[in-house]
């Protein structure tokens, strides 16, 4: 069972059962625990990678006993997320744990211009059970509906899910319109319906505008 102690700390409770967590992040247990560490790409705990464009891979750990376990990274705001059968998407170095049972893997979701033909890859996981991802600072939960899209700045883009098409899109981005961007400029705009995760701070993205 997954439960939040503060907004910073994730609480694990096994009972002969496992969880997935991003290596390093553990802070602290009791009871009886295993500890498993696995890194790459493809399928099941392999599945959890960065983006692939920059060629850097996320090493996970799976945890395994009687007891609780105590997960945070770096003080960054938790939020935890429920799955029923469906597919949350989010970046790797948002993703803090997840149920063993859930799937995890890499999936393309498309080309962020003709100019850069750079593509990014998302990781997905799959199944029923909860998954914890990270913000820096409180996230905002969105909610896109067929009539209402959404742009978001692909700095702040933390996770998705539901039904939604997500697509690049070039032209004046929330930096371009202060006077400070550079080069070409580039949203995330989500159709559909569903729900986005965005954080109230920026990570450093390739070329520093997209």
Excluded: W
């Amino acid at each position: 069972m997954f439960r939040l102690q503060g907004s910073k700390t994730l609480a694990v409770d096994l009972t002969g059962d496992a969880v997935k967590a991003k290596n390093g992040s553990m802070v602290a247990y009791d009871g009886r625990m295993t500890f498993k560490k696995m890194s790459g790409g493809g399928e099941g705990l392999r599945g959890m990678v960065t983006r692939r464009l920059t060629g850097e891979q996320m090493t996970v750990m799976e945890v395994s006993g009687q007891g609780t376990c105590y997960f945070a990274d770096r003080a960054s705001e938790i939020n935890l997320v429920a799955l029923h059968g469906d597919t949350l998407y989010v970046e790797a170095s948002n993703l803090l744990a997840t149920d063993a049972g859930l799937r995890t893997g890499t999936t393309f979701t498309g080309l962020r211009g003709g100019a850069s033909g750079n593509g990014l890859f998302t990781t997905t996981v799959e199944g029923t059970g909860q998954a914890a991802i990270m913000s820096d600072g409180a996230a905002v939960l969105l909610r896109v509906s067929p009539q209402y899209p959404l742009m978001v700045d692909p700095g702040a883009y933390i996770a998705h899910q539901g039904r939604l098409q997500q697509s690049f899109q070039s032209g004046v981005n929330f930096r371009t319109l202060m006077g400070e961007g550079s080069g070409e400029a580039f949203q995330i705009r989500f159709e559909g319906d569903g729900l986005v995760y965005v954080q109230p701070s920026e990570r450093n993205t390739v070329g520093g505008d997209v």
